[in-house]
């Protein structure tokens, strides 16, 4: 005996053939479905090799940035309790 376990109070499974056919064919095709979706997404977030060098890039000037704001920070800490 196939059993489909259904969320509620009790299992519902299909008797005869065809609707076991029809069965196995809804969990396939919810599943094709379910995995279009997932690709679909994927695809919406995914970064073409000209944003992904852009990004890239902006990443290296926030890093170069930072460490010249902490050069810079370094000096005038220095120079305002004379470090010499």
């Known amino acids: 005996m196939i059993t489909m376990t259904t969320v509620g109070y009790g299992d519902?499974?299909?008797?005869?053939l065809l609707?076991?056919?029809v069965a196995i064919?809804?969990?396939?095709w919810g599943t094709f479905l379910i995995?279009?979706?997932?690709?679909?997404?994927g695809t919406i977030f995914e970064l073409?090799?000209?944003?992904?060098?852009?990004?890239?890039?902006?990443l290296k000037t926030?890093?170069?940035a930072n460490s010249i704001t902490a050069f810079m920070r370094y000096l005038?800490?220095?120079?305002?309790y004379n470090l010499d």
């Not at 995995?35 to 997404?41: D, H, K, R």
């Open 48 to 58: 073409t090799n000209q944003e992904q060098r852009a990004l890239n890039h902006l």
């Open 35 to 41: 995995s279009l979706i997932i690709l679909s997404v």
């Open 12 to 16: 519902i499974y299909p008797c005869t």
């Open 62 to 64: 926030r890093t170069a």
């Open 25 to 28: 064919a809804v969990a396939i």
């Open 76 to 80: 005038l800490a220095k120079k305002r």
């Open 19 to 21: 609707g076991r056919c």
